[in-house]
């Protein structure tokens, strides 16, 4: 198996719970059985040992990856063990997760900060501002690199603006246009006051026959190990396990009509937002963020 000189790894296993009940989240508050969560350890389990691995089955490659669970994973331990080893080894370049940042970040203390980044998101509605502000203050403090962001509905605005006045000018806030929702270009300039690359995110991009690095250097990858273009295209390309998936590794354009989710249009090469996001794609902070470089 032969794999590329860096690679960007998506995964997701099959946790789907999640410790909050988001309106606008379709895995809001749901449970998973004891059965599933031994099933997605096993699952991410399997997945470390891969990536750990390739030290020495595909020496030279460079990875990073990606937890995109469909829950939270931080409350569970195994996402945190996973990240603290994945940190520490020498071929990882980057290691981050999605995370509401419910659960306790202490632990962070063990990663090896110049690899493992935290994507956050703040939900108004599920937990109280000062606790998820202090919990950014703790992160700082720890040295971690982690970007925060929220929800673009008209009811978040208010605490938007003091989140953006809360934090350090150095932490980039970005701003999700609600799914379905348009703006009125008087509502957009409203977030982009505080998001400035706001504008990414208000539009679906028009993505049909654009070349995009996913299926090349990036993959999704899923609990059994199925390796796909990225999250939101069916088409698999092998299995990550059997090495299938490499022989099918190529630059190609996207089938898709729109790319709608960051993680998905982040990749779209005529955007350039690997170059606006230089050094921070999978934590999704800018380049120079907080030194004049993209404020």
Request: proline share 8%; hydrophobic share 35%; net charge positive.
């Amino acid at each position: 198996m032969s794999l590329p000189p860096t690679l960007t790894l998506l995964y997701r296993g099959p946790l789907a719970s999640c410790d909050y009940d988001c309106p606008y989240c379709p895995f809001a508050k749901r449970r998973d059985t004891p059965e599933q969560l031994r099933a997605d350890r096993a699952a991410l389990a399997r997945f470390v040992d891969w990536v750990a691995a390739q030290a020495e089955q595909s020496p030279g490659t460079r990875l990073s990856v990606l937890f995109t669970p469909w829950g939270e994973g931080l409350v569970r331990s195994w996402y945190r063990a996973a990240i603290v080893r994945l940190s520490h080894l020498p071929h990882v370049e980057r290691v981050a997760i999605q995370t509401n940042l419910s659960g306790r970040v202490e632990w962070l203390a063990d990663c090896d900060r110049a690899t493992a980044a935290l994507w956050t998101t703040f939900h108004p509605t599920q937990t109280p501002y000062d606790r998820f502000l202090a919990k950014c203050r703790r992160l700082r403090d720890l040295g971690v690199r982690f970007s925060v962001g929220i929800v673009g509905l008209p009811e978040h605005l208010a605490r938007a603006r003091r989140l953006r006045a809360d934090l350090p000018d150095d932490v980039y806030l970005w701003v999700n246009a609600a799914e379905g929702r348009t703006y009125t270009d008087e509502e957009a300039a409203d977030w982009q006051a505080l998001d400035p690359l706001f504008p990414y995110s208000r539009h679906p991009h028009p993505s049909r026959g654009l070349p995009c690095r996913t299926g090349d250097t990036v993959v999704s990858v899923s609990g059994d190990g199925t390796v796909r273009r990225c999250h939101f295209l069916p088409t698999e390309l092998g299995n990550l396990y059997d090495g299938s998936f490499a022989r099918r590794l190529r630059p190609r354009p996207c089938p898709a009509a729109t790319c709608d989710c960051h993680i998905g249009y982040v990749h779209l090469e005529p955007l350039g937002l690997y170059e606006v996001f230089r050094g921070g794609v999978l934590e999704r902070i800018p380049a120079g963020w907080g030194s004049g470089g993209a404020r």
